[in-house]
């Protein structure tokens, strides 16, 4: 425990202090500043946002930026540091410092005292360019199947160039010449320097999230290399990859090409051909339309010419010039058939009233009832059997006498003594041992 003025015992550590027992700021900083002057110097790389040499001093402060989140560090190097470098330090270099941290505890600011500062060199960001080039490309971020097709006329277009820049009057001039229609939501940022990664994405961000804006332009004139390095920002070039609205690259001329023309969804070689890329020419679809709408009428005109000479033609055929030829042939066919069914049938009908006739002789002739007219008589047992032998016949039994015009029931008697019955064609035959009697 040490002792605080007034003969108060604070804890050593800072997991030993409590509400009750707390440390004085005085305290932790002078712990800190132990803490931090224990650490080694370090070399460390960033971009130089901000670069002060107060007159009559020999020392300069830098803000040293990463260069691809905002994070910053303050860093203050002797005047001897920057004339040691080959070239003169300005804002927005890309240099790696070898400083020592140390910490004010007056007014508990973090600084790095920097003994050599060296420029990155084109070379070595080139060569980084590179390497993060074939990590995209090993994720598939840069394939072609990945990239999506821009919208045919878009009704809101995105876009982010620099302030007040020939780019932005290059794209929005060419693009409402072709199409005065279209709009533009425009977002002005820095498009070089420290703060250009930052601004670009942000904006970026902004227009995806807008559901009107249909495509997003980014859009900057030429520069040099330095000058383009932030849109081959790995942290921008992810943005682009992750944005659902489809993005078009206009960075600097045709020879330029950072990484964002090769992960957006098309590259513009320049801000005006980005115009031309994302809105139609009026005058070119209203001379399409006109074109189409004349073929159109060329082909609508050809097929009827073709349908009313096919037309013509089955309209000169006989049957459609009279086309009651065929039912007239048709019609005499029917009446002749219809007369020889007539003459056929009334043939039959006459051939066969003969054979009736006929037949009728025949049954007449053949009739049983032509026999009774003559005076002879059917005896029937009282079942309908036909007599035939008087032996048959039982004393008492009924009989049926079946005659020309009529019937009569009799009765077989025993007749041993009976008289011989009168001759006549109407006399019944002799019983040999019965009689019969009208009953």
């Given at each position: 425990?040490?002792?605080?003025?007034?003969?108060?015992?604070?804890?050593?550590?800072?997991?030993?202090?409590?509400?009750?027992?707390?440390?004085?700021?005085?305290?932790?900083?002078?712990?800190?500043?132990?803490?931090?002057?224990?650490?080694?110097?370090?070399?460390?790389?960033?971009?130089?946002?901000?670069?002060?040499?107060?007159?009559?001093?020999?020392?300069?402060?830098?803000?040293?930026?990463?260069?691809?989140?905002?994070?910053?560090?303050?860093?203050?190097?002797?005047?001897?540091?920057?004339?040691?470098?080959?070239?003169?330090?300005?804002?927005?270099?890309?240099?790696?410092?070898?400083?020592?941290?140390?910490?004010?505890?007056?007014?508990?600011?973090?600084?790095?005292?920097?003994?050599?500062?060296?420029?990155v060199?084109?070379?070595?960001?080139?060569?980084?360019?590179?390497?993060?080039?074939?990590?995209?490309?090993?994720?598939?971020?840069?394939?072609?199947?990945?990239?999506?097709?821009?919208?045919?006329?878009?009704?809101?277009?995105?876009?982010v160039?620099?302030?007040a820049?020939?780019?932005?009057?290059?794209?929005?001039?060419?693009?409402?010449?072709?199409?005065?229609?279209?709009?533009?939501?425009?977002?002005?940022?820095?498009?070089?320097?420290?703060?250009?990664?930052?601004?670009?994405?942000?904006?970026?961000?902004?227009?995806?999230?807008?559901?009107?804006v249909?495509?997003?332009?980014?859009?900057?004139?030429?520069?040099?290399?330095?000058?383009?390095?932030?849109?081959?920002?790995?942290?921008?070039?992810?943005?682009?990859?992750?944005?659902?609205?489809?993005?078009?690259?206009?960075?600097g001329h045709?020879?330029?090409?950072?990484?964002?023309?090769?992960?957006?969804?098309?590259?513009?070689?320049?801000?005006?051909?980005?115009?031309?890329l994302?809105?139609?020419?009026?005058?070119?679809?209203?001379a399409?339309?006109?074109?189409?709408?004349?073929?159109?009428?060329?082909?609508?005109?050809?097929?009827v010419?073709?349908?009313?000479?096919?037309?013509?033609?089955?309209?000169?055929?006989?049957?459609l010039?009279?086309?009651?030829?065929?039912?007239?042939?048709?019609?005499?066919?029917?009446?002749?058939?219809?007369?020889?069914?007539?003459?056929?049938?009334?043939?039959?009908l006459?051939?066969?009233?003969?054979?009736?006739?006929?037949?009728?002789?025949?049954?007449?002739?053949?009739?049983?009832?032509?026999?009774?007219?003559?005076?002879?008589?059917?005896?029937?047992?009282?079942?309908?059997?036909?007599?035939?032998?008087?032996?048959?016949?039982?004393?008492?039994?009924?009989?049926?006498?079946?005659?020309?015009?009529?019937?009569?029931?009799?009765?077989?008697?025993?007749?041993?003594?009976?008289?011989?019955?009168?001759?006549?064609?109407?006399?019944?035959?002799?019983?040999?041992?019965?009689?019969?009697?009208?009953?």
């Amino acid at each position: 425990m040490s002792a605080a003025p007034g003969g108060r015992q604070l804890p050593e550590r800072a997991l030993d202090t409590t509400p009750e027992q707390p440390w004085p700021v005085r305290l932790l900083s002078a712990k800190i500043s132990d803490y931090v002057d224990r650490m080694p110097p370090v070399w460390v790389e960033g971009q130089v946002v901000q670069l002060t040499k107060r007159p009559g001093t020999t020392t300069a402060y830098l803000t040293l930026r990463d260069a691809d989140v905002d994070f910053s560090l303050q860093v203050s190097a002797h005047w001897r540091v920057l004339a040691a470098m080959d070239v003169g330090l300005t804002e927005g270099a890309r240099v790696v410092v070898h400083a020592k941290p140390s910490y004010w505890v007056k007014r508990g600011t973090l600084t790095l005292q920097a003994d050599a500062i060296r420029p990155v060199g084109v070379g070595e960001l080139l060569a980084r360019i590179e390497h993060l080039k074939r990590v995209l490309a090993a994720e598939g971020l840069l394939a072609a199947d990945r990239k999506r097709p821009l919208p045919f006329l878009p009704e809101v277009v995105g876009l982010v160039c620099g302030r007040a820049s020939a780019a932005e009057r290059d794209v929005v001039e060419n693009a409402r010449r072709r199409w005065p229609a279209v709009r533009f939501a425009v977002r002005q940022v820095a498009v070089q320097g420290p703060n250009a990664v930052t601004q670009v994405t942000a904006a970026l961000q902004e227009l995806d999230r807008n559901p009107d804006v249909d495509v997003i332009i980014i859009a900057r004139g030429g520069g040099a290399l330095e000058d383009l390095l932030p849109f081959s920002n790995e942290t921008l070039v992810r943005a682009v990859v992750a944005a659902r609205t489809p993005v078009v690259s206009a960075i600097g001329h045709e020879v330029d090409t950072p990484l964002l023309d090769l992960v957006a969804d098309v590259r513009a070689s320049t801000p005006t051909d980005a115009a031309k890329l994302v809105v139609p020419d009026v005058a070119e679809q209203l001379a399409g339309i006109e074109a189409a709408r004349a073929r159109l009428r060329h082909a609508v005109g050809a097929r009827v010419r073709h349908e009313q000479a096919v037309l013509d033609a089955l309209r000169s055929r006989p049957v459609l010039a009279e086309p009651t030829v065929v039912v007239d042939a048709m019609q005499h066919q029917v009446e002749a058939a219809r007369d020889r069914a007539r003459r056929t049938l009334a043939h039959r009908l006459d051939r066969a009233g003969d054979e009736v006739r006929h037949l009728a002789t025949q049954v007449r002739a053949l009739s049983p009832a032509a026999t009774l007219e003559r005076g002879y008589a059917v005896v029937q047992h009282q079942q309908g059997r036909v007599l035939l032998d008087p032996d048959l016949v039982e004393t008492g039994e009924r009989l049926r006498i079946r005659l020309a015009h009529g019937v009569l029931h009799a009765r077989a008697e025993a007749d041993d003594a009976a008289a011989p019955a009168e001759p006549g064609p109407a006399a019944a035959p002799k019983p040999a041992r019965s009689r019969a009697r009208r009953t």
